[in-house]
């Protein structure tokens, strides 16, 4: 069963960039799963920001160039950067892993303030 892991600095200041990580185990991130990052800020549902498979990186409009979502096979993770960061980033970010079945990881806070 695959298993991912969150992990990321918590807080940070608008207009800095964070990177966040999510591990994997229990399947490889070369897989033909296809991988991506969700974000659920404060009393809002859940927003797609962002998915990466074994040929193909794609975006939500909402983030296209300023996120960036990579990968290293060797480690087995996968990467979320965001650039410029707002306020209104503020949320807890999950990845997920998706073929036949849908894993998700618990969630890592990330907090935009001054």
């Known amino acids: 069963q695959v298993q991912l892991q969150e992990s990321g600095p918590g807080l940070v200041k608008p207009s800095q960039t964070l990177s966040l990580s999510c591990t994997v185990s229990?399947?490889?991130?070369?897989?033909?799963?296809?991988w991506s990052w969700i974000r659920q800020s404060p009393g809002k549902g859940l927003e797609y920001m962002g998915a990466?498979?074994?040929?193909?990186?794609y975006y939500a409009d909402s983030v296209k160039g300023r996120f960036t979502i990579s990968r290293d096979n060797a480690k087995n993770t996968m990467y979320l950067l965001m650039d410029s960061l707002k306020p209104e980033d503020t949320a807890v970010y999950y990845c997920?892993?998706?073929?036949?079945?849908?894993?998700w990881g618990q969630g890592t806070q990330v907090t935009v303030s001054s």
């Open positions: 997920n892993a998706f073929s036949n079945e849908l894993y």
């Open positions: 990466i498979n074994y040929d193909s990186t």
């Open positions: 229990g399947g490889s991130i070369a897989s033909t799963y296809w």
